[in-house]
């Protein structure tokens, strides 16, 4: 009798996820999560001493997201947050601040 519920279970997960994949604006989404700090779409405010991120190169953004992630680079708040994001994640937030120019 669990049988059915789990495979309902399961199904609902699947479309949950394969839904969740397809949202066209997901990057954009993830990325205004930056904004407090390195400003709408990446853009910091001169002289504020943030980096900005728009128009960064992809595998600098991705290497610097590992770095914090994994402590190697030292930072205020920057290690927590990377670690609240899957790797996928981290791939389309860099993908999106690569594009911004």
């Not at 980096?51 to 927590?80: C, I, N, W, Y």
């Amino acid at each position: 009798m669990k049988q059915p519920s789990t495979v309902a279970a399961l199904c609902l997960l699947a479309a949950a996820g394969a839904s969740h994949a397809a949202d066209p604006n997901l990057a954009r989404n993830l990325a205004a999560t930056c904004a407090n700090c390195h400003g709408t779409d990446g853009r910091a405010v001169p002289g504020a001493g943030l980096e900005v991120l728009a128009g960064m190169e992809k595998t600098r953004t991705l290497q610097k997201m590992a770095d914090f992630k994994s402590g190697a680079k030292p930072a205020s708040v920057m290690h927590q947050i990377a670690k609240g994001y899957t790797d996928e994640q981290i791939d389309l937030v860099a993908t999106y601040f690569a594009a911004q120019k």
